[in-house]
């Protein structure tokens, strides 16, 4: 897509007065051997409630500011654990653990710890000692990405309220480069915020995250693999089983996107010639994925329609009436674990995980017997084969007939 010299300007004043704003991030960039280990990027801000003599309650607001230390930060010595410590002042500090797992980490105890006896900070404060609120969070996010999140994130924890926002983070960085692959946090999903404007791809932006080395691309996560299935009044006619990953490549970065199956809703309907799926999320509006039937004796993919709102709030829809995927006999399935590239335009392309998809005659709701993808491949060569052998063995009896013909009809004369 191309920007015209007015957006394109918009883009920069926005990005210039978000810079400006943002001058108080507290930004850790952890680095071992490899490079960057851990990259965090963000502001806080901490409202606390705390007794004066005077049987009064007093509320001060700590604004974290960017001269905070991070002392105590690490990496961990087994990669698998990381943890992030600040300190402002002597009053005050704030921690957080990152555990790696599988295809994620978590992000828990965030612990924050304020010393009332310091009254430069709390004046007249009544219960002096450290109090200590531990935030109950236990966020997940996936490995090789890098998570942003612009919305203001808010935890009330009586006698502190917690405010995060700006962040952008990646624990657990592989190759020592930060990952051009984002997460956007739910909160800044919606199309009407203008906060997104930060995760667009423009060179602007992206400088203040990518190191001046051109950044190796880290592989994203995959898929989560959902169920997904129709019924024609009471009885399922339609089965799909398939992790998805969209990839939208409009800009110079694809936009990498993985469908969430807990968070994504599907309704579809059934006819004789025709199946519908459509799936939609409080990002996509809808990706539909249509079946026809061919010669009363295969079923296929013929249709893939999409609408969704882009990181930037944006929107991007295309829709491809004439494919041809997923070709198997009516009757059976369709299945393939492997990762498999279903290209719908030259913008566009669906990345399936461990497919499995009957959108016709199902019965009793269970999956017929699958054809698999592997056969694909050895399809075209079956035919070749099969075909080369059956034309040798024509050309010969077409060899032998004329010649038995030829012979036949000399024999004849002679009579
Ligand atoms: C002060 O706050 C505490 C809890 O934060 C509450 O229990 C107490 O009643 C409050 N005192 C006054 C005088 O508002
Ligand atoms: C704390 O953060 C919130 C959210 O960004 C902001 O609205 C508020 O003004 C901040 N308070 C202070 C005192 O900085
Ligand atoms: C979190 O990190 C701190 C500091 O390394 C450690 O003392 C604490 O046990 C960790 N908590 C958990 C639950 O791992
Ligand atoms: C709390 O602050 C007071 C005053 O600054 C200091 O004397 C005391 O050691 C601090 N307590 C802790 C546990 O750091
Ligand atoms: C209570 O004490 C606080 C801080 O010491 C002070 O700001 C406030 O004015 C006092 N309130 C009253 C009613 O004396
Ligand atoms: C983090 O620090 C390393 C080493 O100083 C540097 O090469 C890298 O560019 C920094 N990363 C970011 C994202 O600023
Ligand atoms: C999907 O359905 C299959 C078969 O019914 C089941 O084994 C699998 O656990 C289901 N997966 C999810 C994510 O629900
Ligand atoms: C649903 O199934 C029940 C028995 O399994 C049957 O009695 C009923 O008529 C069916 N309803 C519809 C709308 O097909
Ligand atoms: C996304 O599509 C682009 C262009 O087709 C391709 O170069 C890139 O490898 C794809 N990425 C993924 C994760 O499929
Ligand atoms: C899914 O559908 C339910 C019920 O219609 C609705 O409440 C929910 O918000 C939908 N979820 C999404 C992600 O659209
Ligand atoms: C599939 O279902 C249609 C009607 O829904 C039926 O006519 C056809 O014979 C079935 N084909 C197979 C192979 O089961
Ligand atoms: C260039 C490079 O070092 N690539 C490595 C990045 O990390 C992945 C594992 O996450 C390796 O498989 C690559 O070889």
Partial sequence: MCLSPVKGAKLILIFLFLGAVQSNALIVNLTDSKGTCLYAEWEMNF??????????????TIAVPDKATHDGSSCGDDRNSAK??????FAVSWAVN????????????IVLSYNTSDSTVFPGAVAKGVHTVKNPE??????????????????????????????????????GTVSKNEQVCEEDQTP???APIIHTTAPSTTTTLTPTSTPTPTPTPTPTVGNYSIRNGNTTC?????????????????????????????????QPQSAQLRLNNSQIKYLDFIFAVKNEKRFYLKEVNVYMYLANGSAFNISNKNLSFWDAPLGSSYMCNKEQV???????????????VQPFNVTKGQYSTAQDCSADEDNFLVPIAVGAALGGVLILV??????????????????
């Fill in 47 to 60: 409202t606390i409630t705390y007794e004066t003599t005077n049987q009064t309650n007093k509320t001060i």
């Fill in 84 to 89: 992030i410590m600040i300190q402002f002042g």
């Fill in 98 to 109: 990152f555990t790696k797992e599988a295809s994620h980490y978590s992000i828990h105890d």
């Fill in 138 to 175: 236990n966020f997940k996010v996936p490995l090789d990405v890098i998570f942003k999140c612009n919305s203001v994130l808010t935890y009330n924890l009586t006698p502190v309220v917690q405010k995060y926002w700006g962040i952008h983070l990646q624990a657990f960085v592989q190759n």
């Fill in 192 to 194: 009407t915020t203008v």
């Fill in 238 to 270: 339609l089965l799909a089983t398939m992790g998805l990953q969209l990839n939208i490549t409009e800009e110079k970065v694809p936009f990498i996107f993985n469908i969430n199956p807990a968070t994504t809703n599907f309704t579809g309907s059934c």
């Fill in 342 to 356: 279903l290209s719908v335009s030259r913008a566009f392309q669906i990345n399936t995980f461990n497919l499995k």
């Fill in 398 to 415: 077409l060899l032998a007939y004329f010649i038995g013909l030829k012979r036949h009809h000399t024999g004849y004369e002679q009579f």
